[in-house]
Each structure stands twice: as structure tokens, then as C-alpha cells.
């Protein structure tokens, strides 16, 4: 068996600047679905059709968009705009 000449092409690397932002991101919506998960909680909306009431969008949606472990494209807005419905403040900012 030969093996081709040609090596795979492999995933672009991102700029130390495009990766801090990607960051970033990653870990506002990490820290806003915990916000949003605690709120929740707290009201005592357990039940995948109370929370998707709460936050006003299809109670399978509601779930996956607050537990999904990969990210996708318009997350960040859709839990700024539950968390802002559920009347959370801004998700703290960590400065290290």
C-alpha cells in the first residue's frame, strides 16, 4: 500500500488576536447558560416546557441551547437576549 505524496489539508490556524476573541466568546456564553441555569433554578423552572415558556422559544430548543457542549454561530445573542428577558445583568467579566 502507498501512501499519496500529498499530506492532508489541514484546518488554518487562527491568529493569536482571532483566538483571544473566539475565547472570549466561549467563555461569556459559558458563563451566561450558568447564569441563565441558576435564574431558572432559582424560580423553580425545572421542566423543559417552563423553561421554554420562560425564555419565550420551543421548550427542545430551550434545552439544547442551554446545554450543548459545541457552540454555534448566533449563540452569544439568543442567551444575551433570554438572559436579558430573565432580567439578568451582564455576565461578569474576569480580569486575570
Same mark, same amino acid.
Given at each position: 500500500?502507498?501512501?499519496?505524496?500529498?499530506?492532508?489539508?489541514?484546518?488554518?490556524?487562527? *491568529? @493569536?488576536?482571532?483566538?483571544? !476573541?473566539?475565547? @472570549?466568546?466561549?467563555?461569556?456564553? /459559558?458563563?451566561?447558560?450558568? $447564569? /441563565? &441555569?441558576?435564574? +431558572?433554578?432559582?424560580? &423553580? $423552572? *425545572?421542566?423543559?416546557? *417552563? /423553561? &421554554? @415558556? !420562560?425564555?419565550?422559544?420551543? !421548550?427542545?430548543?430551550?434545552? !439544547? +441551547?442551554?446545554?450543548?457542549?459545541?457552540?454555534?454561530?448566533?449563540? +452569544?445573542?439568543?442567551?444575551? @437576549?433570554? #438572559?436579558?428577558?430573565? &432580567? /439578568?445583568?451582564? #455576565?461578569?467579566?474576569? *480580569?486575570?
Amino acid at each position: 500500500m502507498t501512501l499519496p505524496d500529498d499530506p492532508p489539508p489541514s484546518k488554518p490556524k487562527l *491568529t @493569536a488576536e482571532a483566538r483571544r !476573541a473566539y475565547d @472570549a466568546e466561549r467563555l461569556k456564553i /459559558i458563563r451566561l447558560r450558568i $447564569l /441563565i &441555569g441558576r435564574a +431558572l433554578s432559582e424560580r &423553580g $423552572l *425545572t421542566t423543559p416546557a *417552563t /423553561i &421554554g @415558556a !420562560a425564555i419565550e422559544i420551543p !421548550a427542545g430548543e430551550a434545552l !439544547a +441551547l442551554l446545554s450543548r457542549k459545541q457552540r454555534r454561530e448566533g449563540d +452569544l445573542a439568543l442567551l444575551e @437576549a433570554v #438572559a436579558s428577558r430573565l &432580567g /439578568i445583568p451582564d #455576565a461578569p467579566v474576569s *480580569t486575570r
